[in-house]
């Protein structure tokens, strides 16, 4: 890989076909570490559906080839509604490197379901099918399946008297890979091991129904995000740290979504891949878009891409400027961190921690200037202090 880059673009265009060590440990089929293009949207937006970034439904599948017998894979379900319920579906970890897809774990949080914060951890073998059709990962009869034009995305979990049926639609149909350095699915400056992301849901529309040990049937909606990361050994030992958030605006005429990783390097390097984009709704229905679009979908460039985190003040500002099809009116985000939502602690030490945002968006809107409200949550994975 660093040859490749000493010797340039172009020569790394003509390579990228090639395995690499880093390649053949990705299953067959995945284009992650492959070499793309620049930013994949830069004021796109006139085109009312946008095209997913990346074609491949099988993305929410494991990447780690079932023989590599090393590595970690974790997708996280968060939805923002009736519950906050956070879903995380992993097989290794990333402080225990010798993982393999038998050995699987879903974690889940629900809380406040009336009074109650439900909090459970199934373990199992993990198993997976990928049919021309339907693709699914299961735990035992707990299973996450969807379909091969990646427009629904169905569970149904049961845990601790629970039982939980929940189908989410994709209301973006857009999918978004980072690109650090221009390689498909990216998250870091290394590329082997690399640490590697994706958002396949960007802006899900959920819809279900979770009966409790009593047997009260709730009524589930709400708006769901689906974000994978993956590396082909533990979390490489130059990361820290990384965070990722979504905002959703859910209360006004136009619904932006906005979602965002960042990767810190133990050197210092900080990596900022973002997403954001639109959904118009119908005048009948939220939860039914006239139009949808991405308008940016970018790594690392901070002429687009202004991010403030400030933990101590417990505030995160983000900014896109304007394009020409909104009057040149920037894209602002300003938000706060209200409450933990849930904390998960690795094999090793290393924690996440789930929080609850709240805020306003300032964007253009039929030609002016127009305020929502948002909200969302914000990941922090910190590495165990060993590693530090
Ligand atoms: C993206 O937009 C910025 C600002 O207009 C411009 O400077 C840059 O060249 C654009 N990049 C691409 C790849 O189109
Ligand atoms: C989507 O991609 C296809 C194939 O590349 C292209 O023909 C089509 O115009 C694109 N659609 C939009 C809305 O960009
Ligand atoms: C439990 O919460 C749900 C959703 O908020 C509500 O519809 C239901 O009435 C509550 N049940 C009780 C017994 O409080
Ligand atoms: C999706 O599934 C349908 C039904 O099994 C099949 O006909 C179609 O070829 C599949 N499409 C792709 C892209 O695999
Ligand atoms: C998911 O659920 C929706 C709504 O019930 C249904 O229309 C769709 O066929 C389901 N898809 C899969 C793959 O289960
Ligand atoms: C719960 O309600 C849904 C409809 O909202 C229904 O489809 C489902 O069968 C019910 N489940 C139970 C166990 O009552
Ligand atoms: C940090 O390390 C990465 C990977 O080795 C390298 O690409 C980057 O230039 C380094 N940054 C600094 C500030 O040394
Ligand atoms: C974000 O904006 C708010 C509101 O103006 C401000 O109070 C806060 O200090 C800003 N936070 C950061 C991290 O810039
Ligand atoms: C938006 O900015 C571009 C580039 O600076 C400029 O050419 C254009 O006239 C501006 N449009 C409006 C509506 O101000
Ligand atoms: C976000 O929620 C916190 C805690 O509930 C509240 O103090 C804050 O004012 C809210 N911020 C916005 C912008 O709504
Ligand atoms: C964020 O706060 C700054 C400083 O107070 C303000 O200028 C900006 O309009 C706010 N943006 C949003 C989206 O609320
Ligand atoms: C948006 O909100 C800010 C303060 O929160 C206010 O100053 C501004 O006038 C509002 N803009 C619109 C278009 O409502």
Redesign the pocket.
């Known amino acids: 890989m660093h040859l490749w880059r000493i010797l340039g673009v172009s020569v790394a265009l003509a390579l990228s076909h090639l395995p690499s060590g880093a390649a053949l440990a990705i299953q067959q089929g995945a284009d992650y570490g492959l070499y793309k293009t620049s930013n994949l949207y830069n004021c796109s937006g006139t085109s009312l559906i946008s095209n997913v970034t990346v074609q491949n439904s099988a993305d929410t599948l494991p990447q780690i080839e079932p023989l590599s017998n090393a590595g970690w894979e974790q997708w996280d379900f968060f939805m923002h509604g009736t519950f906050p319920i956070i879903m995380r579906w992993s097989q290794g970890d990333q402080s225990d490197c010798d993982s393999a897809p038998d050995m699987g774990k879903i974690d889940v949080a629900i809380l406040d379901v009336n009074g109650t914060d439900v909090r459970a951890t199934l373990v199992g073998p993990l198993t997976y099918k990928n049919d021309a059709g339907v693709k699914s990962i299961s735990i035992g009869g707990n299973t996450f399946h969807w379909d091969n034009s990646t427009l629904w995305y169905n569970l149904t979990l049961s845990v601790d008297g629970y039982s939980m049926v929940l189908n989410t639609y994709s209301a973006m149909l857009d999918t978004f890979h980072p690109n650090v350095g221009y390689y498909n699915g990216r998250l870091s400056s290394v590329g082997d091991p690399a640490l590697f992301g994706s958002v396949p849901v960007t802006r899900g529309q959920s819809a279900g129904y979770l009966v409790t040990p009593d047997k009260q049937n709730i009524t589930l909606d709400g708006l769901t995000v689906l974000k994978h990361m993956f590396s082909e050994k533990a979390l490489p030992s130059y990361i820290n740290k990384y965070s990722s958030a979504v905002v959703w605006g859910y209360s006004t005429g136009f619904y932006d979504s906005h979602v965002f990783f960042q990767i810190d390097e133990n050197n210092g390097t900080v990596h900022e891949a973002v997403y954001l984009a639109r959904a118009i709704q119908t005048p009948e229905a939220k939860t039914i878009f006239q139009s949808t679009y991405g308008i940016y979908a970018v790594t690392d460039d901070t002429a687009l891409y202004h991010l403030t985190i400030n933990e101590g003040l417990q505030t995160i500002n983000a900014t896109f400027p304007g394009c020409s099809a909104g009057n040149n009116i920037s894209y602002g985000f300003?938000l706060?961190l209200?409450?933990v939502l849930g904390e998960f602690t690795d094999l090793g030490g290393g924690k996440t921690t789930y929080y609850a945002l709240?805020?306003?968006t300032t964007a253009p809107y039929g030609g002016t200037i127009a305020n929502g409200?948002v909200s969302g949550a914000f990941e922090v994975y910190q590495a165990p202090p060993s590693k530090q």
């Open positions: 300003n706060t209200a409450g709240n805020g306003t409200t």
